[in-house]
């Protein structure tokens, strides 16, 4: 059985900072890219907004709301990605989830999983 767990959320004043996690646990044989995502107040669970990805080859790409102020990584030998988040601005207060492609078994295509979230609140 395959877990991503994520942690790192928290509450935070606006221009504060934040460093989530996520694990990846089970049986892994190769994990491809991996995702955060994050799902706004009000919003369906079909309106999660990409926010940052990175690649098995530590290619970035990030939405443009958070260019400059989110970056995200990869520890492949502790199957983690992080993300870290500076200058948080109250638009930032949502449920943050991570999303990843992975390979349980060699030769076997690549399955799509998501963690549990994370809540981030930015307010002063």
């Known amino acids: 059985q395959v877990q991503l767990v994520e942690s790192g959320g928290g509450s935070v004043p606006p221009g504060g900072s934040l460093r989530l996690s996520c694990a990846a646990s089970?049986?892994?044989?190769?994990?491809?890219?991996m995702r955060w995502y994050r799902q706004s107040p009000g919003k369906e669970r079909e309106e999660r907004e990409l926010?940052?990805?990175?690649?098995?080859?530590?290619?970035?790409n990030y939405a443009d709301s958070v260019k400059g102020r989110f970056t995200i990584s990869r520890d492949n030998a502790k199957n983690t990605v992080y993300l870290q988040m500076n200058s948080l601005k109250p638009e930032d207060t949502a449920v943050y989830y991570c999303n990843a492609d992975l390979v349980k078994y060699k030769g076997n295509r690549a399955g799509n999983y998501w963690g549990q979230g994370t809540q981030v609140t930015v307010s002063s």
């Open positions: 926010v940052a990805l990175i690649t098995s080859g530590d290619s970035t």
């Open positions: 089970g049986y892994i044989f190769s994990i491809n890219r």
